[in-house]
């Protein structure tokens, strides 16, 4: 890439970061065109379709996520590690106004830009699942679809401005309803302290 197109590429990045953090990702990408001060055809050129914009914005978070989850995984008990994590990716569901829907429809779809992030998210949410699963500390009746349709229904959820207060208490109301009484304790212990 040109170092110009390089530089517009950035740029184009940076602002359309700004504008989603502001208005969510429903926002047009004639907005976004106008706010970073370039053409609509020059946003398209860099990024042809919105889940392309969308795929190079959470890209970097999602594969963060992901070896986040492969460090809990390698330094951390399994229960804990399932919990931070969790906490964690709904921290980001929250920072990103309207990502969740755009993983939810990638999730199942190899043609989505973002399918292989979400599939690389999805794959290590259930690793953790499974090592607490081994562990006893998770319900063993519990899939990765399970935990990822409950994490994206939690993600959704804290997206709107009247449940997003309520963020750590229904982390904790879920976590209680995947991980078993040994554990459950541990939510419990943490809340009253």
Known sequence: MRSDAKK?????????????????????MRDIARRAGVGFAT????????????EALLRTNLDALTQRAGELEASTPPAEALLTW??????????????????????????????????????????????????GTARIDMTGDDLFGLMSALGWLV????????????????????????LGE???DQRAG
């Open 86 to 135: 969790f906490r964690e990716w709904i921290a980001f569901a929250k920072s990103h106004r309207g990502v969740v829907a755009l993983m939810a429809a990638a999730h199942t779809n190899p043609e989505s830009a973002l399918y292989a992030s979400c599939a690389a998210l999805h794959a290590a949410s259930a690793r953790l699942l499974l090592h607490a699963q081994a562990e």
């Open 159 to 182: 997206d709107l401005p009247s449940f997003a207060p309520r963020a750590g208490h229904l982390v904790d109301i879920v976590a209680s309803a995947i991980l078993t009484d040994r």
């Open 43 to 54: 946003l398209l050129r860099h990024f042809p379709t919105r889940e392309a914009l969308f």
């Open 8 to 28: 517009n590429y950035d740029h184009l990045l940076a602002v359309a970061r700004d504008v989603v953090a502001e208005h969510g990702t429903e926002v047009s």
């Open 186 to 188: 541990d939510v419990e």
